[in-house]
């Protein structure tokens, strides 16, 4: 991103692995019981609070000295560490290139430092997928699901290997690192989500104006029955804005408070707004033209939502969300949440509007679903093409690319 002469040592890069996004730099502090946490500018320690990081404390934190800046994708998590970083990490505990079993097999992604193609290596004892490594400068790629995964198994089975020495120390190296990591960090690039922050206030704005002031919902409402009938047409457009009680709105700007900014700050700001605004237009239109309660008014922003959701899905399939529940950090799967909003709607349409589960407009969130699982690939292959574009070091490589392989190393 800078073109700063002064930081050359700057990686400008591509994530390697789902290429969605360039790498940007990670600050690691050791705290006082010896794991690394994410400092913010400032050094302090950042901590994690209703689905996002946040600076804690008052003033910087005693670190120890230590720091550590290693280079993250804010998308997928995977990270890249310069050679030397892991072993900082680590302690002084091992050198990572003794405990590289010596096999190693070239792999497709590309050393974000632009050395051509990385190999990939096992980091034996407890670890069954091989890390990605560059020959040339040692660096070392972990994905984020990776980190996740080793970081389980080396606490709970790691240190079990027992036969060989190097394969003991191997895990023992390994469980260090991985254990201490944070293996989720702040994402430092993410902007204002303006898109996201736009709809809410409009929404409550008009919800208020519906309430005291001189919307009249029904009329604005979309009713397939007399859209059929009347060819009131528009009502497709201005039914998204409505809501139907403080707990349909409350809870529509909850889950799009949550997923919308992350899935705006991958799609840039105007791109999020049409694909919102087209989720909820397929959804009302899904809706007009497929139920059979024709004479129930349809509204909400739900089938924007929809679509919100299912690109978040796309982009971040393997994501898991960050809640305080009474005081207590908890990471919560997508599928909950998915679960969570089905069963909003259903109590919705229980509870809501009285009419029973019909009351849900289904096909209107099915169709902003939908849109949400097709457009998104689109979207994200554009994306990509974007990130490579203003990046030194894309993700494809050219076929005659470097491939970095000197002579194989003996045990
Ligand atoms: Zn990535
Ligand atoms: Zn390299």
Redesign the pocket.
């Given at each position: 991103m800078s073109e700063n002469p002064r930081d050359d040592h700057r990686i400008s890069a591509q994530?390697p692995?789902?290429?969605?996004?360039e790498l940007v730099p990670v600050t690691l502090a050791r705290q006082a019981d010896g794991s690394w946490q994410q400092v913010d500018d400032t050094g302090n320690f950042v901590t994690r609070a209703l689905g996002r990081l946040r600076p804690s404390g008052s003033g910087p934190q005693d670190t120890g000295g230590a720091t550590v800046q290693i280079d993250v994708?804010p998308?997928?998590m995977?990270a890249w560490f310069d050679h030397g970083e892991l072993d900082v990490l680590s302690g002084d505990l091992d050198d990572v290139e003794q405990v590289l079993a010596p096999d190693q097999a070239p792999a497709q992604r590309p050393c974000p430092r632009g050395h051509g193609r990385l190999v990939e290596q096992m980091l034996p004892g407890i670890i069954r997928t091989p890390v990605d490594r560059c020959q040339r400068c040692g660096g070392i790629w972990l994905d984020g699901h990776e980190r996740r995964k080793l970081a389980r198994a080396t606490t709970s089975e790691g240190q079990g290997t027992k036969t060989e020495r190097w394969l003991k120390r191997g895990a023992i190296w390994a469980a260090q690192v991985l254990t201490h990591l944070p293996v989720e960090v702040d994402n430092p690039a993410r902007g204002t989500p303006w898109v996201v922050y736009s709809v809410l206030t409009t929404l409550f704005a008009v919800f208020l104006l519906q309430i005291y002031g001189p919307v009249d919902t029904y009329q604005w409402a979309m009713v397939p029955g007399r859209l059929r009938a009347e060819g009131d047409w528009w009502t497709l457009g201005t039914n998204i804005a409505l809501h139907a009680s403080w707990v349909h709105i409350l809870g529509n700007a909850y889950f799009l408070y949550v997923f919308g900014d992350n899935v705006e700050h991958l799609f840039g700001h105007l791109r999020f707004l049409a694909f919102y605004l087209l989720a909820g237009l397929v959804g009302a239109t899904a809706q007009a033209l497929l139920t059979t309660k024709t004479a129930m008014p349809v509204m909400g922003a739900s089938g924007c939502i929809a679509g919100v959701l299912g690109a978040y899905l796309w982009a971040f399939p393997r994501q898991r969300l960050f809640q305080v529940i009474l005081w207590i950090q908890v990471k919560v799967p997508m599928w909950i949440y998915l679960f969570v909003w089905v069963a909003f709607h259903l109590v919705m349409g229980f509870f809501g509007t009285g009419a029973g589960a019909e009351g849900v407009a289904w096909f209107a969130h099915l169709g902003g679903f939908v849109v949400g699982l097709g457009i998104t690939p689109l979207v994200l292959a554009w994306r990509r093409r974007e990130v490579a574009r203003r990046v030194r070091v894309p993700a494809r490589l050219p076929p005659d690319a470097l491939v970095a392989m000197p002579p194989t190393t003996s045990a």
């Open positions: 994530c692995a789902c290429q969605l996004h994708c998308v997928c995977g």
